[in-house]
């Protein structure tokens, strides 16, 4: 799926973004320009940084940045992503 994540102002952290790409809403490239717009808005969080380094030859190592990043997903709620779903049908209605 191709949108933008910051267009409606909704917040995602970590946890949103991991979830997302773990279900296919969202792709690695998705992944990676939040990392960059974190740290254009001041993340220095090394394992950020890292994951923004991320490119289609050293895709591999995505995972499990991702993992150091966002954490355990266990009782993760995907209230969010069925609302960013929902707005963006309506939208394109």
Do not use: C, P
Request: net charge negative; no cysteine; hydrophobic share 40%.
């Amino acid at each position: 799926m191709n949108f933008n994540l910051n267009k409606n102002r909704i917040y995602l952290n970590w946890k949103d973004i991991s979830w997302g790409y773990r279900n296919h809403i969202i792709g690695w490239k998705d992944v990676i320009n939040y990392a960059n717009d974190m740290i254009i808005n001041g993340s220095s969080n090394q394992d950020v940084f890292e994951l923004s380094m991320v490119n289609s030859s050293n895709i591999f190592e995505l995972d499990d940045l991702l993992n150091k990043i966002a954490g355990s997903l266990e009782n993760y709620s995907n209230a969010k992503w069925l609302y960013i779903l929902l707005l963006q049908l309506y939208n394109i209605r």
